[in-house]
Structure formats: C-alpha cells, structure tokens
C-alpha cells in the first residue's frame, strides 16, 4: 500500500521525536534527520526497528541529499533552550539560516510541503500582551538571545520567500513554551531546572523576582496543533501554544507542591533580554484549524514530574 513520506529534521530532538510518533501513528513513513548535537538517540530508539522509520545522522547545514519521493518535511532542526544557543551561537544561527535554506531547497526538488518550526521567541520582549501573529516583535538583534530569535525570524523569511518565488507550499508555527517527557534535565528551561532542583531537594533559582510569566503547553497538545497546521492550507504563521499564564514564581511554588519538596525558592538576576511576558493569542489555530489544548498544567505537570522522577534519584 502506498505511504506518503515524511521527512523531520531535528527529529531526534524533544519535539522532533514525538512528531515522528504522531506522523508514523497516521501512516506516514517518516526520515529523521539529525546530528545528536543536542537531540538524543534515545528519544527515538523505540522507532528502530520499525519498518516506517529511518534515521539519518547528518547536519543538515550542509548539502543535504534524500531519493525517492518526499511528500512533507517538517524543519525542527534547532537548538531550543537557551543553554543550548548559549553555548552553540554560531550552530543557532547557521541551521535556522544555511540550513533553512538546504531542507528549502530539497523541498523545491522534491516538491513537498514544507513546515518550518518556529517560535514566540520571534515577539522578543513584547509590548503586546497576548502576543497575535500579526506583532511583528520587539527583539534585540545584537543580545545573546539574538541568535535564537533571529535565526528564526530569518528562517520565516526566507520561508515565505520561497513560498512568494518559487511557489513552495510552506507552513510556518510559531511554537510557545511547551513540556513533557523526553525534555533534558539539564536543558536550562525553567521547568525541567525547577523540577529537578525540587526532587533532589534544593533551591529553586527564579530569575529576577519571579513576576514574568511564561504560558505552558503540554506536547501532546502541541503535536496535534502542528499535525493539523501541516495538513490544512494556512500559509501565514499561526501560534500554537496553550495561553494559560502564570507567573515564575507561581510557577515554582506549583512544582514544590508536586513533588512535596522541601526546597526554598532563591532569587538570581535576570538573565540579559529575558521576556517580561509570554503568552500566545491561539483565535487563529481555533478558527482555522479547530485546535485548542486540551492538557490542564496539572494534568501534565504530573506526567512530566513522573517521567523526570525516574532520572533523578531520591533526595
């Protein structure tokens, strides 16, 4: 029976490896692409061996080369966290740029639909709350987040250039801060830092006084967002993320509660450019894709908190 092809750069990442699930559980044969600099094997060692999955261990800033026919391919090649760009800058900028523009190109060969994975981190520091697809952002091109923010901000350009040039049929989401099983301990977020600081019973370290906020969306729910933006014919950008705010320090006490830590919560300065807000405007994804979340922070938390607890031994 004929299978329609999917290729996932960054596939070995967190996200990336829980769409290859989503996209092998609706039939589709999928490639994952990745060069493990911070993706993990592991994330996708239970798709070995399925006749539906490849992997190919490849950087794709470089000339990337696939026969056979590709119908999708979904561009989540990226450094995410801010440890992760911190510390491979030039990297950041080079696949959301250079390597932007090789899957692009494959897409134009093989003429598939092309989704390109970006992020709220485009809106900068907003002074628009809640962010809609339409604010064109308040980003610090020359800052230490700037490599991130502008490498994506680049890669959407050059996106819907090819879609303007060369008639690519492209699909661009803008993604919010999401969690859930397969994110690293130590990949400098605030929820896998303040979970695991909680279970092995130290301090909690939010920056500044804790009153920015972040809005939390839990995978499953992001996936089934991307999933249906990638199947419907919405070229613009569109938000997909879970707007229920709250504030860090909220935010720390909830993780406390959970895991019944005795940790106290200290405060640290505020790293340079960090968003004094967050949260998404999703009327788009309701009205254009009928996607809302479905995942309360509760809900997920605890499954997220469970699957973290097996990684760190007892305080």
Not at 104 to 117: I, P, S, Y
Not at 125 to 154: C, L, M, T
Not at 179 to 190: Q, T
Not at 276 to 304: F, M
Request: hydrophobic fraction near 35%; proline fraction near 6%; include cysteine.
């Amino acid at each position: 029976m004929f299978k329609y092809t999917a290729v996932v750069t960054g596939g070995a990442g967190f996200l990336g490896s829980h769409l290859c699930d989503r996209l092998i559980k609706e039939g589709l044969k999928v490639i994952c692409i990745d060069n493990l600099i911070t993706g993990s094997a592991e994330n996708i060692s239970h798709l070995f061996g399925n006749e539906n999955f490849q992997f190919i261990k490849h950087d794709v800033t470089e000339y990337t080369y696939l026969p056979g026919r590709i119908d999708y391919i979904l561009h989540f090649a990226s450094p995410a966290s801010p440890i992760d760009y911190l510390k491979l800058p030039i990297q950041t900028l080079k696949v959301g740029s250079l390597g932007t523009h090789k899957i692009l190109g494959l897409a134009k060969e093989k003429k598939a639909r092309f989704l390109l994975a970006s992020t709220s981190e485009v809106y900068g520091d907003p002074e628009i709350h809640p962010q809609s697809e339409d604010y064109w952002g308040n980003v610090n091109p020359i800052g230490p987040r700037g490599v991130y923010d502008e490498a994506k901000r680049f890669a959407e350009a050059i996106t819907m250039a090819y879609h303007r040039y060369h008639g690519i049929d492209t699909r661009i989401v803008r993604i919010f801060n999401t969690y859930g099983p397969r994110m690293r301990l130590n990949d400098g977020r605030a929820l896998p830092t303040f979970v695991s600081q909680a279970l092995k019973g130290e301090d909690i370290t939010v920056f500044g006084d804790g009153s920015q906020t972040r809005s939390f969306c839990y995978v499953s729910d992001l996936i089934d967002g991307i999933y249906k933006l990638l199947m419907s014919n919405e070229v613009n950008p569109v938000n997909i993320g879970n707007p229920d705010e709250i504030t860090i320090r909220e935010f720390a006490e909830e993780v406390i509660k959970l895991t019944n830590s005795k940790s106290k919560i200290i405060f640290v300065d505020l790293p340079e450019d960090d968003p004094k807000v967050r949260q998404p405007d999703i009327r788009k994804a309701i009205s254009l894709l009928n996607w809302r979340p479905k995942i309360g922070r509760a809900e997920g938390l605890k499954i997220t908190v469970d699957f973290f607890k097996k990684m760190v031994p007892p305080a």
